[in-house]
């Protein structure tokens, strides 16, 4: 296991070297382009394009400020800040904030949310890939327990509205989950939107108000759910500054057990074509048993699937309506080039791997 400089050193995380340097200008239309708004703090990531370091923030390279020392794949925070002559991007460092708030008088003025909180965004940032912690507050005898607990109808209703229903699944039921899904609150709000009809994290925080001091076993898992989403929200962030698109989340449903999905497509490299979307899949069904699910789009319409299962029972399904679901899918506008079917647990991949060409393939025991 690393630790110390060499775990610093390792990129893709929230791993920031500051040094001091002249801020970065920005025109006022490629500001609003960003999205910025004056005092915000942003992430970016540091890129090495041909024998050039790129700063790349929300999708755009810019030339590093002078006097700047970075590796490629390092991570920096920078301030936004709007003049009478265009925008400034500054260096910020949120890892000397605490030592600066301690050493502040006690008529200073309080520091902005970003600053304090910098601490707990970069212990998000080292959390693991979701836990099954949503997972278990969403099984329907869970939920069941949980809410008869708070007693509280309200909570109950909303909790109902939340959840989706199997047979009843489309585009726009599974669009309206994603936004409610907890990830994209703060920032429809930033932007002066309206917030989601139903939030899982707004959910999350009034069932914690509702037990109150009871329940304390109860509440720290729901605290820790909590968690897990907001560690996915750093690492879309994360994601987002190195030109990929990556976010994970757990939808509730009314006649199953909750599912877990995740969103992947990874950086487009410079001249190259795009890259593959990929949506994973995991769950638990009482009938079927655990299933992942690993779905690639490539050339915008063809699709490979990949399905582990580990009851024989649903091996043989999928592959009794396999053919079906192709017909399904060309309905759709889309080609399934190939749907492998493992009788066995998935095992780990690499996030941006995606199934090699070629025919069909059906592996099971």
């Not at 004056?38 to 590093?64: C, I, M, P, T, Y």
Request: with cysteine; charged share 20%.
């Amino acid at each position: 296991m690393l630790s110390g400089p060499e775990q610093a050193a390792l990129p893709g995380r929230l791993n920031p070297i500051y040094l001091e340097g002249r801020p970065l200008q920005l025109e006022t239309p490629i500001a609003q382009q960003l999205g910025l708004r004056d005092g915000q703090v942003v992430q970016a990531s540091v890129e090495l394009r041909g024998e050039v370091l790129k700063l790349l923030l929300n999708g755009k390279l810019f030339d590093l400020p002078p006097a700047l020392r970075f590796r490629p794949g390092d991570s920096v925070f920078l301030r936004a800040y709007q003049g009478a002559n265009g925008w400034l991007l500054k260096i910020f460092d949120p890892a000397a904030q605490p030592a600066a708030t301690a050493a502040a008088p006690a008529s200073a003025p309080e520091l902005p949310a970003a600053q304090i909180n910098a601490s707990r965004l970069a212990a998000l940032s080292l959390r693991p890939p979701m836990s099954p912690t949503l997972l278990d507050v969403f099984a329907p005898r869970q939920a069941a327990a949980l809410l008869q607990t708070t007693a509280n109808p309200e909570l109950a209703a909303l909790f109902q509205r939340m959840q989706l229903s199997m047979r009843g699944l489309s585009s726009a039921s599974l669009q309206a989950a994603v936004l409610g899904s907890g990830l994209w609150m703060e920032a429809l709000l930033s932007r002066g939107q309206s917030a989601p009809a139903t939030d899982t994290k707004a959910w999350l925080r009034r069932m914690i108000r509702a037990l109150g001091d009871k329940e304390t076993s109860v509440v720290a898992r729901l605290n820790k759910a909590i968690e897990d989403i907001e560690s996915a929200q750093v690492e879309s962030l994360a994601a987002q500054s190195r030109g990929e698109l990556s976010f994970g989340m757990v939808l509730p449903f009314a006649d199953a057990n909750p599912v877990q999905i995740r969103f992947f497509r990874p950086a487009r490299q410079p001249g190259g074509e795009a890259p593959p979307f990929s949506v994973d899949i995991h769950t638990q069904n009482e009938v079927l048993g655990e299933i992942w699910l690993k779905t690639s789009i490539t050339r915008a319409s063809h699709v490979d699937l990949m399905m582990w299962a580990l009851k024989g029972s649903s091996v043989r399904l999928a592959q009794k309506h396999r053919d079906a679901l192709g017909e399904r899918l060309k309905k759709a506008g889309l080609t399934m080039d190939s749907f492998r079917i493992f009788h066995a647990a998935r095992p780990s991949l690499p996030e941006g791997w995606s199934p090699p060409a070629g025919a069909m393939l059906d592996v099971c025991a």
